[in-house]
């Protein structure tokens, strides 16, 4: 049986709506930290004028490549292995990169060469789009959030939630601007950056 994750299933649909519009003019995406593979089916379903390219680090690749086998659409490719840290990534040209859940359990360290990787992917013009729950200067947006960012960090010290000034300075550094910052459901952040021309 394929692993499940429920939150997925609950927030597929509001992600979508984001992207139907700052997607809708892309070709190319490349998903950082496919995980159980569900956003990448339901994206690419949904979003059939692009090819979506799943990724994930290799402990995780198996599952996600038997989701991608039995349930993806046509314009859903075989997931390849990434690991941010990685110096060659396996797209080189890409008009749009999402990523979901990704930035609170990576150290700083790896979300730092997330945003290297993307800066040097990601073409002029091109849209990142990084979901998951976020702080406004050190504040939680809910008590949930401040109680799930010390259970990270019991966890794992190196990782938990991320403020978004920090983020945003972190993206500004390899020519990513913050354009848009929604509010979605379960206390989430969905930050959509441009990559600025030259």
């Known amino acids: 049986m394929l692993p499940f994750s429920a939150a997925c299933d609950r927030n597929k649909d509001p992600i979508l709506e984001v992207l139907r519009v700052r997607f809708a003019d892309r070709t190319q ?17 949904a979003l059939n004028h692009l090819t979506w390219h799943p990724t994930e680090q290799l402990s995780y690749l198996q599952d996600l490549n038997e989701r991608v086998k ?68 050190g504040r939680y947006t809910s008590d949930s959030n401040k109680e799930f960012d010390r259970m990270l960090q019991e966890r794992d010290p190196d990782s938990g939630l991320r403020d978004i000034e920090d983020v945003t300075v972190l993206a500004g550094q390899y020519g990513l601007r913050l354009d848009a910052d929604h509010d979605l459901p379960a206390n989430n952040r969905l930050l959509i950056f441009t990559k600025e021309p030259g």
């Open 70 to 137: 039995l349930e993806g659409p046509h314009n859903l490719r075989t997931p390849t292995l990434l690991d941010v840290r990685q110096a060659l990534w396996p797209l080189r040209n890409v008009d749009a990169v999402f990523t979901s859940n990704t930035l609170h359990i990576m150290s700083w360290p790896e979300v730092l060469a997330l945003f290297r990787g993307v800066g040097g992917v990601l073409a002029p013009g091109g849209v990142l789009g990084v979901y998951g729950p976020f702080r406004y200067q």
């Open 29 to 45: 995406v490349l998903e950082i930290g496919s995980g159980t593979g569900q956003h990448a089916v339901h994206f690419a379903r």
